[in-house]
């Protein structure tokens, strides 16, 4: 087993707790006065019994559920932003056994549309569109009535899902599928609705293609330089990148049941997957989230309101997040993913500042069960299992 860096971590627990003082709320600590330069917030004070008991509990858990069954890929657990655990096991490659490092990218498949919906909900804020706008608004020859943004955003349009109807109206599989070309299949062939607009909840890849495209619409930019602009470079998000052809070469590969995964026609879109990132950038994206440097407080109930009551239950879906809506009001944030061998799990637990971070490119279905680690956390809760078998999560 590969766990020797994760060893290290409480050693150097007591080299923060004399600067850690101050508190359980986060301090932003301001350094310019110009409010385009974001400032991250300092992780906040976690006294050392809690953080030992945490860090325990996290390793017990990361070596019986993930590493023992194979898992090859990054996990970092934080608290108020305060990383407890992480680790990287297994290789970037596994024919050529380079190992892994922090800086290492995953493909995040799903858990990209966190980056959509909020690059969408950015685009609010600075009044370039509307959630109520209609797709004709963007482009005229959309052939379905009354698709607006916010329903893309939270999975109510009722549109085909294109993972399945391009080829079965004829794409060509050796000719890579753009999403301009998703908007022309839908605006030619008029493939059938699954259900009315605004009528129910369903999951579709479709809704963040299209909405790829209106981010480029409304923003008068590609879709890879906003989300550059207006989310990893003030975030120091190093390692994340929108993934593009020029890419393929030094991207990281995925495998699926004992082999390599090779490109396909449905690899070169953006907006529902496709972009890279780590576990240590993907902390940086949560952190903002908690502040009102990047979105308003308003923007962001928005992004964590529950839009599908159709069905009894804690799950539901918000504009790009999963979640789970507990009676007594707490709500755990999340999404995961699932594109090819890649797999993903990206937990935001916002009543107790708490972040799990579960990043893999060898398939393996015990990431999911990931969200047990929630319960070390909150004991009294219980994360329930509401993906769905798929080629993208």
């Not at 945490?54 to 990054?74: E, Q, S, T, W």
């Not at 605006?187 to 299209?210: M, W």
Request: hydrophobic share 35%.
């Amino acid at each position: 087993m590969n766990v020797s860096r994760f060893l290290l971590i409480p050693i150097s627990f007591s080299l923060f707790l004399v600067a850690c003082k101050s508190g359980a709320t986060k301090k932003i600590k301001k350094v310019s006065e110009d409010p385009s330069v974001y400032v991250a917030p300092e992780p906040g004070y976690i006294p050392k019994h809690e953080f030992d008991a945490y860090y325990n509990a996290i390793k017990d858990y990361y070596i019986n559920n993930l590493v023992d069954k194979g898992f090859n890929g990054g996990i970092l657990v934080a608290k108020k932003g305060r990383v407890i655990f992480e680790d990287y096991h297994g290789y970037f490659n596994l024919k050529k056994k380079d190992s892994l490092t922090p800086h290492s990218a995953f493909h995040l498949a799903s858990v990209s549309k966190t980056f959509t919906a909020m690059a969408t909900l950015k685009l609010v804020e600075m009044g370039k569109l509307s959630l109520d706008d209609d797709m004709k608004k963007f482009f005229p020859g959309f052939p379905y009535d009354n698709v607006t943004v916010k329903l893309l955003l939270s999975h109510r349009s009722g549109l085909p899902n294109y993972i399945y109807f391009m080829e079965k109206l004829g794409w060509n599989r050796k000719q890579y599928c753009s999403n301009e070309d998703v908007l022309s299949y839908l605006i030619q062939f008029k493939p059938p609705i699954n259900s009315q607009a605004g009528t129910r909840f369903e999951y579709c890849n479709t809704n963040y293609a299209l909405l790829g495209l209106i981010i480029e619409k409304a923003s008068g930019m590609s879709y890879a330089d906003f989300l550059q602009q207006t989310f990893f470079t003030p975030l120091h998000m190093k390692d994340t990148y929108v993934f593009n052809m020029s890419d393929s070469a030094s991207a990281m590969p995925s495998y699926y049941r004992g082999r390599q995964e090779g490109l396909t026609y449905l690899d070169t879109g953006f907006g529902d997957k496709n972009i890279y990132s780590t576990p240590e950038d993907l902390l940086k994206w949560d952190q903002c989230l908690y502040t009102n440097e990047i979105f308003s407080k308003k923007t962001l109930e928005e992004a964590y309101t529950p839009y599908s009551n159709e069905k009894p239950g804690i799950r539901n879906y918000g504009y790009g997040w999963r979640m789970n809506v507990y009676p007594d009001g707490r709500k755990i944030i999340y999404h995961n993913g699932w594109w090819h061998g890649n797999n993903t799990v990206f937990i935001r637990m916002i009543q107790d500042s708490a972040t799990i971070i579960v990043l893999g490119n060898k398939y393996n279905p015990y990431i999911y069960r990931a969200k047990k680690m929630a319960e070390i956390f909150e004991p009294s809760s219980v994360m329930e299992d509401d993906e769905k078998q798929g080629n993208s999560k």
